[in-house]
């Protein structure tokens, strides 16, 4: 179902504040974000909230407001304009701090750290207004057909920035935010260490993302049960199960992404061996699902064991 416009800007609003709690968390670390963090911070911010998002309201909701008979000199409208431009002039320090520090000057650090902190405090008090004042507000001033032209004119406004407008910047503030809960995750470990741990778990793994496109697969080197290729990456994970079974895949998919089902599981004998084959959904801490998951493992060693082997009997 398409929606409505509150629910559009209230959107925004909120993965906003994602971005914010990220970035909090990154800019407080001692050794200061990383680099590609910043510039993805500097992107978002400059590019989606200042010159998307606001403009969004600037030239949608408010103007229909002021139409409607709010002042734009006094009043709610007003303080919205107001906390606008010093949000702009906000995000112009952000933007010259972050691009210094991008470009390798470090000490710009401290100086964006103010910036953001003065910034992110500013918009999410602005952000309750609106929330919980200025949108209540606005619907109950204008009528239904006025509202209704809300929504073509916020897509125009994204339109007019590139196409995608909405879902280029939302991947943008995704990946800050993984990134930063990769991290702590990860307690400092690097990508590639990480990544050799993936790669030496006796689970093959595969993850295909919210939107059902393969996102990475472990075990790229060396044998696999299931051997995948590097092209299968952003694919849609339909192109990659045969025909007659896609609607299974689809089942599963649809009952993870509804919280009806936590695991799919099959086993199937491969000459000598027999092959666990596991889905999971894959959720965050407020259990929003982030996609599936996929591990293929060889059992057949495991059914094997019995009685007991101890460590000291392993090296004696
Ligand atoms: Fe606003
Ligand atoms: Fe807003």
Redesign the pocket.
Known sequence: MSQTWREL?MT??ETTERVFSAAEKALAAPEGPSPGMVANLREYLVGYVDRC??QK?EQTVFPLLQRAGLPVEGGPLAVMLAEHRQAKALVERIDGAAAAFVAGDRARLDDLRDAFGAYAALCKD??WK?NDILYPLAARMLDEATQAGIVPGIEAVEAALGPDTRRRYYRIADELVRAVELEDLSYGLDRQVLAAILNTLPVELSFVDEEDRVRYFSHERGEKIFPRSRGAIATNVRNCHPQKSVHLVEKILADFKAGRREVAEFWIDMGPRKVHIRYWPVRDEAGRYLGCLETVQDVSGIQRLTGQRRLLEEAA
């Open positions: 800007l925004d609003h998002h606001n309201e602005h952000f609106e």
